[in-house]
């Protein structure tokens, strides 16, 4: 411990500020880099997922087979601004949001399971 101390009150103080300074760009450059790192790895991917849901459902139209966010697959009968109406069985249709459609699926999958 006393090593320590001598070896800290033996550095000059001119030398003291320079190692202070380029201490501290040291550290803006690391909080620079790990932000960077953060970025793009985890906020780019997520946000060109969510503009590719978004493209997604804005293309959905009439006679599309989608997967519903909860697992309940189903044709679309209907499409308004902000809703779909989704035939899951012969005359059973429910309304939807938009926003609950997990996937589009190809032609003919409903009606193959």
């Known amino acids: 411990m006393s090593l320590i101390a ?6 000059p103080g001119a030398s003291a500020g320079a190692q202070q300074s380029a201490s501290g760009m040291s550290t803006i450059l690391i909080l620079l880099v790990f932000f960077a790192v953060f970025y793009f790895l985890m906020i780019r991917p997520q946000q060109k997922k969510a503009k590719e849901h978004r493209a997604m459902i804005s293309n959905v139209t009439k006679g599309d087979e989608i997967i519903t966010s909860g697992g309940i697959l189903g044709v679309v009968v ?7 109406t989704v035939e899951l069985a012969e005359g059973v249709a429910v309304k939807l949001q938009k926003q609950a459609v997990s996937n589009c699926l190809p032609k003919g999958t409903v009606k193959s399971i």
């Open 78 to 84: 209907n499409v308004s601004d902000d809703y779909l």
């Open 6 to 11: 001598t070896a800290l009150a033996a550095t």
